[in-house]
């Protein structure tokens, strides 16, 4: 089965830093450039970050650049995300997906979603 | 960036109604143009992909259509199992901006 899992969520101050995983499994995870979406409570969805399959390549939204760093481990099958310099408008539900097509980067429906993994930035 | 708008922002329509969501982008962005549906508590899902292909596994009442700024997503007979919010996204250009949501409710 094709999944994703993310862990790593928490509660951490402002200022704070924190680093999110997402294991993936049932498919070749070398193959596909990765995303981080996040979603804040009660609102909309908003993409934070893309790292091609080599992990080569990476952007970000401009709300989390300079903040933000995203790795994968392709002998691991896991992505990241570290997080610092954390701001309570960081607090949002983080999603790790998956595009659809192999070899795109960036410009791809997410096919795969995990279930999320909730940052919460709070004193 | 390219921003997405939808519109209704939110919906309410009663079983076996058809429903059409449209969702407008600030610049041409050809059919890369993507429709997920998300229940509350659960992570997004990938229906609609490059405009009007249907990703696998999503029922035939499902459909998309539009190119270059205007896109819509139709379901054509409203089943319980469809209420939820809805989300266009571009993928032309990285960020990969999403709509801000069509809440779509029972009348």
């Known amino acids: 089965e094709v999944q994703l899992l993310e862990s790593g969520g928490g509660l951490v101050q402002p200022g704070g830093s924190l680093r999110l995983s997402c294991a993936a499994s ?98 | 960036d390219i921003q997405m708008t939808q519109s209704p922002s939110s919906l309410s329509a009663s079983v076996g109604d058809r429903v059409t969501i449209t969702c407008r982008a600030s610049q041409t962005i050809s059919y890369n143009l993507n429709w997920y549906q998300q229940k509350p508590g659960k992570a997004p899902k990938l229906l609609i992909y490059v405009a009007s292909s249907l990703q696998s596994g999503v029922p035939s009442r499902f459909s998309g259509s539009g190119s270059g700024t205007d896109f819509t997503l139709t379901i054509s007979s409203l089943q319980p199992e469809d209420f939820a919010t809805y989300y266009c996204q571009q993928s032309h250009s990285t960020p990969g901006t999403f709509g801000q949501g069509t809440k779509l409710e029972i009348k």
């Open chain 1, 26 to 123: 049932g498919f070749t995870f070398s193959n596909y450039a990765m995303n981080w979406v996040r979603q804040a409570p009660g609102k909309g969805l908003e993409w934070v970050s893309v790292i091609s399959r080599t992990g080569g390549t990476t952007s970000y939204a401009d709300s989390v650049k300079g903040r933000f760093t995203v790795s994968r481990d392709n002998s691991k099958n896991t992505l990241y995300l570290q997080m610092s310099s954390l701001r309570a408008e960081d607090t949002a539900l983080y999603y790790c997906a998956k595009d659809r097509l192999g070899g795109s980067y960036g410009v791809d429906a997410f096919d795969i979603w995990g279930q999320g993994t909730m940052v919460t930035v709070s004193s």
